[in-house]
């Protein structure tokens, strides 16, 4: 069997991904393409924890939103990724992998609370764990739940799921001559405020030694081969 580069990582999919060609809401082609990735990698016994975003749902739901305050709009944020995550463990289970669903806000009749010891359970019983309702707090971001979660379940990496095939020193859609990184550093990131993840989630992987790898997750495949170990997309790494 091909032996894989990691064992255990967290997978951070974007929610505005989720949308495919649609303006908001979730699309089938997407997420099952996800689904399938998903159980590609676990087939290889890879244990698999996910953060998914919001951002599908809750742009949708922007117009409505306008004058919303700031903690509202916060918590329909995280109400969204939930949603996420429910659709995402539907394809996934349909595929026949197990999965669980833990939300950091608590709604025990369609989730579990997040038990850090059982979410480790889970990984090491073969479940794929998803992690909903971002930090559970109001001014966060899924992208700071997911370096969190991966720090919480010592999973060797973050693999950031994008549109884009990795860190550009410049906007690529903007600039053509924009320069991809294969490898860069935290504190680069920082400094050059790049666009990767926010500022928080950043800092946080960056105590806590944990690589982050940026990757075109559109593309199918991308997940297994980010998963070999090879070379596509660009890792933040240690300075
Ligand atoms: N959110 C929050 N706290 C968290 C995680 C998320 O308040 O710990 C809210 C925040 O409003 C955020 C929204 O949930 O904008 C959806 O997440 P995000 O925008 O990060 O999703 P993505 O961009 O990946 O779709």
Redesign the pocket.
């Known amino acids: 069997m091909e032996k894989p580069f990691y064992k255990r990582v967290l997978l951070k999919l ?3 991904a989720l949308m495919g060609d649609q303006e908001f809401g979730i699309s089938s082609d997407v997420i099952n393409s996800y689904a399938k990735q998903i159980k590609e990698i676990v087939d290889l016994g890879v244990e698999v924890s996910i953060v ?5 749902i ?1 742009r949708g739901i922007s117009g409505a939103t306008q004058g919303v305050d700031r903690v509202t ?6 109400l ?2 939930v949603i996420n995550s429910l659709a995402l463990q539907n394809a996934i289970e349909k595929l026949g992998v197990p999965t669980r669903v833990q939300t ?1 806000i608590e709604m025990p009749k369609i989730a579990e609370p997040f038990i850090k010891r059982k979410a480790q359970r889970h990984l090491e019983k073969g479940r794929v764990v998803i992690f909903g ?13 997911a370096a969190l979660r991966a720090i919480e379940m010592n999973t060797e990496a973050v693999l950031k799921a994008t549109k884009v095939d990795g860190i550009y020193d410049k906007d690529p859609v903007k600039y053509a001559d924009a320069v991809k990184y294969n490898v860069v550093t935290y504190t680069e990131v920082l400094n050059k405020d790049l666009k990767v993840m926010d500022a928080t989630a950043i800092s946080l992987c960056r105590e806590n030694k944990l690589p982050i790898v940026v990757f075109n997750s559109l593309e199918e495949g991308n997940i297994k081969k980010v998963i070999m170990g090879e070379k596509i997309g660009t890792v933040v790494v240690t300075d």
């Open positions: 974007s929610g505005e998914i975003g919001g951002g599908n809750f709009g916060d918590h329909m944020g995280m969204a990724t950091a309702a971002g930090t559970g707090n109001p001014y966060f971001t899924t992208d700071t739940a």
